[in-house]
Each structure stands twice: as C-alpha cells, then as structure tokens.
C-alpha cells in the first residue's frame, strides 16, 4: 500500500479541515486495495502502525484494529474510518460521498424485464438528489422513460451522481410545456395519471393501472400545477398511517412504480 504523503511538520502545516481531507483520500486508498483482493498480515500490520501514528499526531484516539484478519471485517472497520473522519469536518455526510456497494453473499436476481409502455413525468422538480433517485427507481422498476417539465435532467453531474449508472438506461423527454405535452401523449393512448392528495383521489391500489400509463409527480414545495393538474384524466394518493400526510416525492415514486409493476406483470 502507499505510505502516507506527509511528515509531521508539513502534515500539522494544513488547517484540521485538511488533515481530515488528506487521511480520508490516503484511507479510501486503502480501502481500494482491500476491495481488490486479499491484503497479507505484513500490510495490515504496516497500515496500522501508519495509521496510529497518523492519529498521535492529531491528537485522536488510536486505531483498534480488527480481531480477526478477514478482508470483509477490514473493508467494514476501513469504511466506517473513513466517514468518522468526515464527521470530524463537521459536515454532513452527501450521498455521493458514500462508498460505492461491496457485494458480498448476495443471490444473483436475473435481468427479468416486463412488458409495459409506463413513464414518470415530473412537473417543476427541483432537487437533484430527487431526481437522480427517481431516474434509479424508473429503470429498477421496468419504466420507460422520465418526461421532464421544468426539471433538470440527467445531463447534471449531481443526478447522475444519485442515479448510480441507471441514467445510462433510462430516456428522458425534456419539455417547457408539460401539460401539452401530456395531452399529445393521451391522443397516442396513454392514461395520464397525477399523484396529488386532492379531493377525488383514489388510493393507488384502487386505480386501474394500464399498460400505457404516465404518472406525474408534481414539485417539491406545492405539487402538479394547476395547468398540468387540468390535463390528469385521474389522480391517485398514498393512504398514510402515521402523523405525517406525505412521503418525500422520490419514496412515493418508488411505492408507485414497483406497485404499477407488480400489478401489470401479475
């Protein structure tokens, strides 16, 4: 494994947010290598020994290393490291500065796609994080497509960085007139559907889901818009069980798409 970059001297030269910075990239190093095969006990022995001395400088507590030498135990031991030491920047963890998935004793689930024509509209969405999560829900649930009105696409960095690869799989339409693009879409069969608590909803499991399907989820502050609220042919709701009346808009995608896919497969 690489040594670490710094002396003493030069290393206690940086801020703290710094030296926090230039241990997790030297931790992340190794944690590459530990993810790519089986580390010997000499190296394990040497990371430590680096790493306690990396910390006596710092002035925090020494590293307790794993009792046993598995490499699962390290990878878990290594990553929790890594993001102890981003707490100490006192800046919240992002969900691009996780770690990407090990998969370990995993059962393999085949590719099994569904025939269905169902797509996602999205009306004056905002958060990147959103939709990068909904652009993964799409292409995990057998979508076809994302229609973007208003709403930033896959073409930013930070939806990418949230939809984990599935933006590669998953078409977008981008429009500035949603709600007529969605009655050019109802004259080629489809139903348009909006996920709003309004007076008239049915609860999602009491609609009648079709093959040719579009489902508008509406902005993150006040909903569907009123124009495009006007071009829905039904609107459907998420009965709720606790004191919150609502989910984040990217899990009631998810409870709405994966029940839209079991339903038409079965």
């Known amino acids: 494994?690489?040594?670490?970059?710094?002396?003493?001297?030069?290393?206690?030269?940086?801020?703290?947010?710094?030296?926090?910075?230039?241990?997790?990239?030297?931790?992340?190093?190794?944690?590459?290598?530990?993810?790519?095969?089986?580390?010997?006990?000499?190296?394990?022995?040497?990371?430590?020994e680096q790493y306690n001395q990396i910390l006596?400088?710092?002035?925090?507590?020494?590293?307790?290393?794993p009792e046993s030498n598995t490499t699962r135990l390290w990878i878990e031991t290594?990553?929790?490291?890594?993001?102890?030491?981003?707490?100490?920047?006192?800046k919240p963890?992002?969900?691009?500065?996780?770690?990407?998935?090990?998969?370990?004793?995993?059962?393999k689930i085949p590719y099994d796609p569904i025939d269905i024509n169902c797509h996602i509209a999205l009306d004056g969405m905002r958060s990147l994080f959103n939709i990068g999560s909904i652009f993964?829900?799409?292409?995990?649930?057998?979508?076809?497509?994302?229609?973007?009105?208003n709403t930033p696409g896959?073409?930013?960095?930070n939806v990418q960085k949230t939809a984990m690869g599935a933006h590669k799989w998953i078409d977008q339409?981008?429009?500035?007139?949603?709600?007529?693009?969605?009655?050019d879409k109802r004259e080629e069969g489809f139903q348009i559907i909006g996920v709003e608590t309004v007076e008239g909803s049915l609860a999602f499991k009491d609609i009648s889901w079709q093959k040719k399907t579009i489902v508008v989820f509406g902005n993150e502050e006040y909903g569907i818009s009123s124009h495009v609220m006007a071009v829905c042919d039904q609107f459907?709701?998420?009965?709720?069980?606790g004191r919150k009346n609502s989910l984040n808009v990217a899990n009631a995608v998810s409870v709405i798409c994966f029940h839209i896919a079991g339903h038409l497969r079965i």
Request: proline fraction near 2%.
């Open 1 to 48: 494994m690489d040594t670490f970059g710094f002396t003493k001297k030069k290393f206690l030269s940086q801020s703290y947010e710094n030296r926090q910075r230039h241990i997790i990239k030297w931790l992340s190093s190794f944690y590459q290598i530990l993810t790519a095969n089986r580390v010997s006990q000499k190296t394990l022995i040497f990371f430590t």
């Open 56 to 65: 006596s400088w710092t002035e925090m507590e020494p590293f307790s290393r």
């Open 78 to 90: 290594v990553s929790d490291q890594i993001h102890f030491h981003r707490t100490c920047t006192g």
């Open 93 to 107: 963890i992002r969900d691009y500065d996780l770690l990407g998935k090990i998969q370990t004793m995993d059962s």
């Open 136 to 149: 993964r829900t799409c292409e995990a649930a057998g979508f076809n497509s994302i229609i973007l009105g």
């Open 154 to 157: 896959k073409e930013h960095p």
């Open 173 to 183: 339409i981008k429009t500035d007139d949603l709600a007529q693009t969605l009655l």
């Open 236 to 241: 459907a709701n998420i009965p709720m069980f």
